[in-house]
């Protein structure tokens, strides 16, 4: 358990929590004591807080199912709650349910992460989320309380950051790994997923190479490892396919991932806005070439989930790939506080105007789980793709979007609230727009 220098919960600020936990430890002990005394009788025996919660989860749940169904569903909800470690704070919401057992982390290729990583386009662009610099104080204290969360996964990419800014989220993430002050363990844990753009003078492996080390762009003569300041990447991965424009250009890509995994300049590889067709092309070239392919990201969520994701879902669950989810919350679409009629300033704003009108019966579900469930509407999103298999990776740009996201960790939603969204969500008229790089 951590304490904010304020003496609160780290997480939800709430009050003397390390008060409360305390008592709570103390409370549990004394149910464990009591239940390992053999003159206490099995069906005498009481269930600590957790468990008793687990039980009332259970039978709130069968009664409304009154069958089997969704039995492992509550099966696992039942493990999660025993499983998790709370902070002992009495805030519903606060996301300091932490220390996921081996069972809810999730392997991408050599990797272990949590459920849910976090994403970095925010960092650095001016354009589409109205970053400034004056951010990062607080951006830096958003990646303390993920770390510390056990939030291990950051997406990032070497064309992160508008204009001057051009590789601003990774410095800024190489330097928030240097000035992180917490659990050493926790900060080797870490693992960065970086994405190499298939600019069109990256002709040659070597290109990728150079972009992985040392690549001489503008602002300054080093590649995605030199801004980061690491010797080793957790995933490098291909931005976009040039499949669809320039095809002798994808052939190079890929053996510039062959390369930087050969020469140990990142424990896995991963690629981005491949289609299903694409995605099994490129995993048997690498299979070849002995390049395990561990990870793809595709734009998955509730307004973005057709045939498409639903077949590179599958094609991931043959070929052992883990999904990586991005833009989960539908660039905003999803956190609740956008309406047609409120939508954020520039070029957001005109793609909200078209899209969320017709969302209107999937906001209201997605309102009315998140209140029946004390959750917010962006933890409920967010636990979708999770429920799908995917781990998603919100955007965040402050330290209330960072608490509020934490808190889609450490529960499931039941296999009929999933079937309640995914029908809202089909009666919308139109989806999300699609990457203009997705293959087919
Ligand atoms: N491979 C690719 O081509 C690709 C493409 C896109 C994204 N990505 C990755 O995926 C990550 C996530 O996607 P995304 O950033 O595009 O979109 P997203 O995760 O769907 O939405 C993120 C935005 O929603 C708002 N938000 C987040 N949490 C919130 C909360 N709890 N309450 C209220 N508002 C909240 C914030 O914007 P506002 O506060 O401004 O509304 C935030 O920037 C990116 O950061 C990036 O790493 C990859």
């Not at 390390?18 to 069906?43: C, F, G, L």
């Not at 844990?189 to 040659?204: H, S």
């Not at 636990?383 to 955007?395: D, L, M, Q, S, T």
Request: hydrophobic share 40%.
């Amino acid at each position: 358990m951590w304490e904010s220098p304020g003496g609160g919960c780290v997480t939800c600020q709430h009050g003397s929590s390390m008060y409360d936990w305390q008592a709570r430890v103390a409370k549990r002990r004394t149910t464990r004591e009591r239940n390992s005394d053999p003159k206490i009788p099995s069906h005498a025996r009481t269930e600590n807080s957790d468990e008793r919660r687990a039980t009332s989860v259970e039978l709130r749940a069968s009664s409304v199912t009154g069958s089997s169904i969704g039995a492992r569903e509550l099966w696992r909800e039942r493990w999660d709650l025993r499983s998790s470690r709370f902070c002992g704070c009495p805030a519903d919401r606060c996301a300091g349910r932490w220390g996921w057992r081996v069972q809810q982390q999730v392997k991408m290729g050599p990797l272990t992460v949590a459920p849910m990583g976090f994403g970095t386009w925010a960092w650095g662009n001016q354009l589409l989320w109205n970053y400034e610099p004056s951010m990062d104080a607080e951006l830096q204290q958003v990646f303390d309380l993920a770390v510390e969360s056990g939030v291990n996964l950051f997406d990032t990419a070497d064309s992160y950051g508008t204009g001057t800014l051009n590789g601003r989220s990774e410095l800024l993430l190489g330097r928030f790994i240097r000035d992180f002050q917490g659990s050493e363990s926790k900060k080797n844990r870490i693992a960065i997923a970086t994405k190499f753009a298939a600019y069109p003078w990256r002709l040659t492996p070597g290109q990728i190479v150079k972009a992985c080390k040392y690549a001489r762009h503008f602002p300054i003569a080093v590649g995605s490892l030199g801004r980061l300041q690491l010797d080793q990447l957790g995933i490098g991965q291909l931005h976009w396919s040039a499949a669809n424009y320039a095809p002798f250009q994808e052939r190079a890509l890929w053996d510039g991932l062959v390369a930087v995994y050969q020469e140990g300049l990142v424990k896995a590889v991963g690629v981005s806005n491949y289609g299903p067709k694409q995605l099994t092309r490129v995993h048997s070239y690498l299979e070849k070439k002995g390049v395990p392919l561990s990870a793809v990201q595709i734009q998955f969520s509730l307004i973005s989930y057709g045939p498409d994701q639903k077949e590179v879902k599958a094609i991931c669950d043959d070929l052992g790939i883990k999904l990586i989810a991005y833009s989960p919350l539908g660039l905003g679409m999803l956190t609740g506080k956008y309406s047609a009629s409120n939508v954020p300033s520039g070029p957001r704003g005109a793609l909200f105007k078209q899209i969320l009108p017709g969302l209107e019966n999937l906001q209201s579900v997605l309102a009315s789980i998140a209140k029946r469930r004390n959750k917010s509407v962006s933890q409920v999103a967010i636990n979708w793709c999770i429920c799908k298999g995917a781990v998603p990776i919100p955007g965040v740009k402050s330290l209330s979007q960072a608490r509020d996201n934490l808190g889609a960790l450490n529960w499931r939603l039941s296999a009929q609230e999933v079937a309640r969204l995914e029908e809202a969500a089909a009666t919308a008229p139109r989806g999300m727009i699609q990457n203009i790089f997705q293959t087919s």
